[in-house]
């Protein structure tokens, strides 16, 4: 007797319906995909109890005639390819025609659809899989397709469904991607009989981003300058440096217009970010790359959630880049609010608030000084070298170059308030003191001006470094005993491949025999007690980030470990030359805003904020 035997249409329905059809969230993409493919302008979602009782989608799309609305129940039915060369130029959502008659088998089912010239539509009404009914029916043009009671002939694929509150969560995550991937369509979507968000047609995505995630997030984003090298071009907007999430909820990377997840862009925006960006935690992003299909592979799984890439070294470099550069155009825009002008404004609040305590005139740091620290010479025209007014002191400041405005004498009477402060542009600004033997306060016009002096000075110092490794490597000092480092098999061959990466960082190591290294140098500002218990820590550290940077990466991620070592501590108390010298010197950093782990180095508090937490305003 033979074994083996054709599965019905149903059964072979409900098995693809597994793995198309996971939960509600999955009916709503697939439905929403239909209908963004069939042209809508709007559409609005509808569900009740989480999308377990009801889902409903009504779009304006075109509909479809009496013929094709009973095909596309069929399986492998579609309008959106023909033959398999199609495969490798998708441009539609859909394209594997398994959804409907999917979803159709595991719920009751109704579909009503109307060509925009048809004189009537046709209602369709399926129930677990068998086609109960069809006739004419009179909707507006568009189609609305219901499905009710989901995996109600499935009792074991019902189990696994969550709380309403869950499940209908994971349909509004659905439902943003959609619209944020689509801001010319407008969206409505209704909850147990409840408008949740109402979405006009947006011209551009940040108004959609806008209406959808709030004016707060809206304005923390940078635009992505237009960026395209060949056959592949990336828009979009990003979150600031420092800004970031402990989950992916909010990287959002859409290829050709389909939300997607994919290691290499996930790791390619970690690298763009690199170290504007906390350790373990993800960007905010809303990306949208833009390629031949013909170089990517959609149809890798089943919901099409995933791609393959034909070259992904290529996608790779376009999405550090993009990162790069709209990183770098935010530099320009806020060395712009922050620079502070030679002007005669000074501060006279030195007398009140005196930068370092009477009796602490600590002695300038040795190993600060140590590092010839240069500001960066400005990128471009627009750039101007950030300048700082100096604080009246009672130590005598440097003397003013030539070309600066003289200083005038402090008035009087402090003039704490803002209508008397004399700080007019907002590129001003003056320091007020150290809060806690940590933060640097100062006044601009915006407000006050919080810097950490930790978080700052290992910015500088990192970027210090960066630069000399780039130009010209490290310069490294012979130690006068040479010691030797004795390495297990997997490190051994990690620090063999890496060996030119850590020369360049200023650290002389060769192999020494079997197991051993020798170590003859150490970079010069790295000044420690246990040279070779440093370098395990430095392995164990980069040994994980090597796997996904490139080598440059793991030269910097190197820089950023040792650097925070020797970066001016909390509880280091600077003098005033030596504050003016640090902010000068973040002004003039890439990244000036945080710090190389990616925390901020500064934090503005607007006069706004202030009047609102001292009631002043409502
Ligand atoms: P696919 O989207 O992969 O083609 P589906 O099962 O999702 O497969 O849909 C089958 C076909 O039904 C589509 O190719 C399309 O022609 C038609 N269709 C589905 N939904 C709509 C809709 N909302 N408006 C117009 N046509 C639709
Ligand atoms: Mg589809």
Known sequence: MSRIALLSEEVASQVAAGEVVERPASVVKELVENSIDAGAKRIEVMIRRGGISSIRVVDDGSGMDRDDALLCLERHATSKIRT?????AICTLGFRGEALPSIASVSRFRLATREHTALAGTEVIVNAGKIESVRDGGDAPGTQIEVRSLF????????????????????????????????????????????VWQLAPAAHLRERIRDLCGAALAAELLDVPEFATDGIS?????????????????????????????????????????TALMKGQHPVTFLFIEMDPAEVDVNVHPAKREVRFRNAAWVREAVVEAVRLALESDRASWSRTFRAEATSAISTTDDTLPLIPAGEQVALRKD??????????????????????????RTPAPAAPKSQAPIEPPTSAPAPSRQTSNLNSSHDFKILGVLGKLYVLMENAGGLVLVDQHAAHERILFEEMKRRMEQQGVPGQRLLLPLTLEVSPRDGDWLARNLDVLQRAGIGLEPFGAGTFKIDSLPTFLRATEPTQLLRDIIDDLRETSAQTSKLRLGEDMIAKTVCRHAVKANDYLREPELVRLIQDLLACELPYCCPHGRPTMIQMSYAELEKKFGRKA
């Open 84 to 88: 398999g060369h199609d495969l490798a």
């Open 368 to 393: 600060w000084s140590a590092l010839p620290l240069q500001p960066v010479p400005p990128r471009g025209p627009d750039l101007p070298t950030p300048e700082i007014q100096r604080p009246v002191s």
């Open 152 to 195: 109600y002939n499935l009792p074991a694929r019902r189990k696994f469904l969550r709380t309403e509150n869950t499940e209908s969560s994971h349909v509004e995550h659905q439902l943003h991607l959609q619209a944020i991937g689509h801001p010319e369509i407008g969206f409505v979507f209704v909850k147990d009989e409840r408008v």
């Open 234 to 274: 990336i828009r979009g907007c990003i979150g600031k440096a420092g800004m970031s999430r402990s989950s992916r909820a909010q990287q959002l990377v859409f290829l050709n217009g389909r939300a997607v997840e994919n290691n290499t862009i996930n790791f390619a925006l970690r690298e763009g970010y690199h």
